[in-house]
């Protein structure tokens, strides 16, 4: 390591002290509740921005409402950002992406309190409706704005259950600034895993090396609705019968392509939905997910094949539909190997793997390097109030977090 003779540590307690405090905004029989511009998303921007100003960070908003406090650097350079969000899934746990904000403040001061200036100037920052739990917007709406993959127009017709849409609801939140669109140097998330792998490995630190490459399909089977009772076997087109075996071929074709590939039929309709009619039509829905590209180009395809293979089994015919696509990221190598490098430095155990969940890091990684480091989530819970990582494991990841975020910085 370059330059490097000092390895710097958060203080645990604190951390964990404002995480608890944070998590208590919008607390609610189960959880708590922060959907993006909410009262209760408001209220934990408004703690954010105090803590950010007690720390002595210049803060900024821009015209996404996306909040970053700026440390000054010893040179006036583009910054090294680390972050994440402190929006809300309904009845949440207290460390998606919060976790990652406030140990970016919490890196800020033990900056502060060592008395370290950095070559770069350095920014904590939280994206607006990364959730996407309240508009039909999709999520990570924040750093998307801000990478310029969509524009504010397209958020007008977006709206939540009361009518309310996105840009409506973010001029009434007061959080919209005029500063210039943030153009990092560097970025950096640090987020819970929200699975079970690093747990399994017996992990301290995953190694993000990407986001995994996503695909949403609807396929409609058309058969043909008959009498339970006087319908024969061999002359049935059963539209339903259709559809479950190809969850069971699609269920088999994920372990075949392997490479962590994971898919899902999550949703499932068949009509008329009575118990004395063989179904006539059947919808199913596929959640796709690969990281490595050609795993997920032959997946899709192969997906599709499989499920037009077993409607002609059955007789039945069948058409698709694209419902999403979202293409992954593959992180910067300098990135993850200084995450890497990093927790061997700090005797952590690490453990490569992309993510399988969407992070602003996908995102963000059109505009600069980026990585992430991931911490174990228990039992892999997460998005429901179970979620949970022990103070040890929080903070190790918070002490990643602030030796990478030191080193980048003087880069
Ligand atoms: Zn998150």
Same mark, same amino acid.
């Given at each position: 390591?370059?330059?490097?003779?000092?390895?710097?540590?958060?203080?645990?307690?604190?951390?964990?002290?404002?995480?608890?405090?944070? *998590?208590? =905004?919008?607390?609610? /029989?189960?959880?708590?509740? %922060?959907?993006?511009?909410?009262?209760?998303? @408001? &209220? !934990?921007?408004?703690?954010?921005?105090?803590?950010?100003?007690?720390?002595?960070?210049?803060?900024?908003?821009?015209?996404?409402?996306?909040?970053?406090?700026?440390?000054?650097?010893?040179?006036?350079?583009?910054?090294?950002?680390?972050?994440?969000?402190?929006?809300?899934?309904?009845?949440?746990?207290?460390?998606?992406?919060?976790?990652?904000?406030?140990?970016?403040?919490?890196?800020?001061?033990?900056?502060?309190?060592?008395?370290?200036?950095?070559?770069?100037?350095?920014?904590?920052?939280?994206?607006?409706?990364?959730?996407?739990?309240?508009?039909?917007?999709?999520?990570?709406?924040?750093?998307?704005?801000?990478? *310029?993959? =969509?524009?504010?127009? /397209?958020?007008?017709?977006? %709206?939540?259950?009361?009518?309310?849409?996105? @840009? &409506? !609801?973010?001029?009434?939140?007061?959080?919209?600034?005029?500063?210039?669109?943030?153009?990092?140097?560097?970025?950096?998330?640090?987020?819970?895993?929200?699975?079970?792998?690093?747990?399994?490995?017996?992990?301290?630190?995953?190694?993000?090396?990407?986001?995994?490459?996503?695909?949403?399909?609807?396929?409609?089977?058309?058969?043909?609705?008959?009498?339970?009772?006087?319908?024969?076997?061999?002359?049935?087109?059963?539209?339903?019968?259709?559809?479950?075996?190809?969850?069971?071929?699609?269920?088999?074709?994920?372990?075949?392509?392997?490479?962590?590939?994971?898919?899902?039929?999550?949703?499932?309709?068949?009509?008329?939905?009575?118990?004395?009619?063989?179904?006539?039509?059947?919808?199913?829905?596929?959640?796709?997910?690969?990281?490595? &590209?050609?795993?997920?180009?032959?997946?899709?395809?192969?997906?599709?094949?499989?499920?037009?293979?077993?409607?002609?089994?059955?007789?039945?015919?069948?058409?698709?539909?694209?419902?999403?696509?979202?293409?992954?990221?593959?992180?910067?190598?300098?990135?993850?190997?200084?995450?890497?490098?990093?927790?061997?430095?700090?005797?952590?155990?690490?453990?490569?793997?992309?993510?399988?969940?969407?992070?602003?890091?996908?995102?963000?990684?059109?505009?600069?390097?980026?990585?992430?480091?991931?911490?174990?989530?228990?039992?892999?819970?997460?998005?429901?109030?179970?979620?949970?990582?022990?103070?040890?494991?929080?903070?190790?990841?918070?002490?990643?977090?602030?030796?990478?975020?030191?080193?980048?910085?003087?880069?």
């Amino acid at each position: 390591m370059k330059g490097r003779f000092l390895m710097l540590r958060v203080n645990g307690q604190r951390l964990w002290d404002n995480l608890n405090e944070m *998590g208590r =905004i919008g607390a609610g /029989e189960r959880g708590r509740t %922060r959907l993006a511009f909410t009262d209760e998303d @408001l &209220e !934990a921007r408004r703690l954010l921005v105090r803590w950010m100003e007690e720390l002595g960070l210049e803060v900024h908003t821009d015209p996404y409402a996306n909040i970053w406090g700026l440390r000054a650097g010893r040179e006036e350079l583009p910054p090294i950002v680390v972050g994440s969000h402190i929006d809300t899934v309904r009845e949440a746990g207290m460390f998606d992406g919060v976790l990652g904000v406030l140990s970016g403040l919490e890196a800020v001061r033990a900056l502060n309190e060592a008395g370290v200036s950095t070559r770069r100037p350095v920014a904590v920052i939280s994206f607006s409706d990364e959730e996407g739990g309240r508009f039909s917007a999709g999520t990570m709406t924040g750093s998307r704005l801000m990478a *310029g993959c =969509i524009q504010l127009e /397209e958020l007008a017709e977006k %709206r939540d259950q009361r009518g309310v849409s996105w @840009l &409506e !609801a973010l001029e009434r939140s007061g959080f919209t600034g005029s500063s210039s669109i943030l153009r990092p140097h560097a970025y950096l998330e640090y987020h819970i895993e929200q699975g079970p792998v690093l747990c399994d490995k017996g992990a301290r630190i995953g190694v993000v090396e990407g986001v995994v490459n996503l695909s949403w399909m609807r396929f409609t089977f058309y058969g043909q609705a008959n009498h339970a009772g006087a319908f024969p076997m061999e002359r049935r087109r059963d539209a339903g019968l259709a559809a479950s075996s190809a969850t069971v071929a699609l269920n088999r074709l994920a372990f075949e392509l392997g490479a962590g590939t994971v898919i899902t039929s999550g949703q499932a309709l068949q009509e008329p939905n009575l118990p004395n009619i063989v179904p006539g039509r059947a919808v199913l829905t596929v959640d796709l997910r690969s990281f490595k &590209e050609e795993v997920f180009a032959s997946g899709l395809a192969r997906a599709e094949a499989v499920v037009e293979e077993e409607a002609a089994r059955h007789g039945v015919e069948v058409s698709v539909e694209l419902l999403t696509r979202l293409e992954g990221a593959v992180f910067a190598r300098e990135m993850t190997e200084l995450v890497e490098r990093t927790a061997g430095a700090l005797d952590l155990s690490s453990w490569r793997m992309p993510s399988g969940a969407g992070h602003d890091a996908q995102i963000m990684s059109r505009l600069c390097p980026t990585a992430m480091i991931f911490c174990p989530s228990e039992e892999g819970r997460s998005h429901c109030p179970e979620e949970f990582t022990s103070q040890e494991d929080a903070v190790a990841g918070a002490d990643v977090l602030l030796n990478c975020l030191l080193e980048l910085a003087e880069d």
